[in-house]
């Protein structure tokens, strides 16, 4: 898996969406909204296809196996509060 040109580019500047990925894979996200109690946005599809492109190039491990419906069920148990319907429903397409 490679990246595409925007997220190589996210990764070499570490912006914004490359820092969101890395806390969804380092399951820090609770830890970033915590920086910002004012302003607590929830993941997003893109946040979430960002960190499972990350993972699948090799550029980041993660503690999720986001290919196993149970690692991926259980994830979204203990995410839900940081989750959309939407991004529960992308998450869960593979399997249904």
């Given amino acids: 898996m490679t990246l595409t040109p925007s997220e190589l580019r996210s990764l070499l500047k570490q912006d914004a969406a490359f820092r969101n990925a ?50 991926v069920q ?5 995410h839900r509060q940081s989750l959309t319907p939407n991004d529960i429903a992308w998450l869960q397409r593979n399997f249904e």
């Fill in 22 to 71: 890395r806390a969804i894979l380092a399951d820090e996200w609770a830890a970033r909204a915590e920086e910002n109690p004012l302003f607590q946005a929830p993941m997003t599809i893109a946040d979430l296809k960002f960190a499972q492109d990350l993972q699948a190039a090799g550029v980041a491990d993660s503690t999720v196996d986001f290919t196993n419906y149970a690692a």
């Fill in 74 to 78: 259980s994830w979204i148990g203990a």
